[in-house]
């Protein structure tokens, strides 16, 4: 069974960088053409997208964020990661780690439990 | 950007009946389309990719139609376990990657 798991603090100072990490277990990740992603929601809002990881270590991020934006994959510890720096509190939010396994397109089948970092001082 | 917008922001239906959620977007996205549901504290999850293929393990009530920029789910007779907000996102012209605003689905 595919499971995603986010980690990271709950709490990041304002303009510092907040760091997450997903780890993925349940699958093999070597030879899959998986989609890694990060996704974020606001307490009591929609989705937004933050980026992409392909598997062949190609990145794509939203252009709103992409000048804030790093995510990177480890296979062989079966983990990708998040990095947004100078957050300010428009940046709280539910972030979920999310990968796409199943037929082409950029959509998401598998999530994690998402974890909520507030940025406050 | 490409634009999604649902309609209506909130829909209450009764237990056993049918639910219809409409997605449109602001250009073309072809069948790129995707829905998912979220209920309070959970995580969303994937109930329709290319616009009307059912994911993993989702009930047959759940369909999905539309191509270019309408699209619609439907539950065909809804179960207590389907009241919850409901995400369409395209992926045809990206990044970014957009959602809608969502709509959530109430008991009546």
């Known amino acids: 069974q595919l499971h995603l798991q986010e980690s990271g603090p709950g709490l990041v100072t304002p303009s510092e960088t907040l760091s997450l990490t997903c780890t993925v277990s349940?699958?093999?990740?070597?030879?899959?053409?998986?989609?890694w992603g990060w996704i974020r929601q606001p307490p009591g809002k929609g989705l937004e997208w933050i980026g992409t990881i392909y598997y062949s270590g190609s990145t794509y991020y939203s252009p709103s964020l992409k000048s804030r934006v790093t995510i990177s994959v480890d296979t062989s510890k079966k983990q990708f990661s998040l990095k947004l720096s100078s957050v300010t509190a428009a940046d709280t939010a539910v972030y979920y780690c999310?990968?796409?396994?199943?037929?082409?397109?950029?959509?998401?089948?598998?999530w994690g439990q998402g974890t909520l970092v507030t940025v406050s001082s | 950007e490409i634009v999604m917008t649902q309609s209506p922001a909130t829909l209450s239906v009764s237990p056993g009946e049918r639910a219809t959620l409409s997605c449109r977007a602001s250009q073309s996205v072809s069948t790129n389309l995707a829905w998912y549901q979220q209920k309070p504290g959970q995580a969303p999850r994937l109930l329709i990719y290319?616009?009307?293929t059912r994911a993993t393990g989702v009930p047959a009530r759940f369909s999905g139609s539309g191509s270019g920029t309408e699209f619609t789910l439907t539950i065909s007779s809804l179960q207590s376990e389907d009241f919850a907000v409901y995400y369409c996102?395209?992926?045809?012209?990206?990044?970014?990657?957009?959602f809608g605003q969502g709509t959530r689905l109430d008991i009546k």
């Open positions: 996102q395209q992926y045809n012209n990206w990044p970014p990657i957009t």
């Open positions: 349940g699958v093999s990740l070597s030879g899959g053409r998986y989609y």
């Open positions: 290319g616009a009307s």
């Open positions: 999310a990968l796409r396994v199943g037929p082409t397109g950029h959509y998401f089948d598998y």
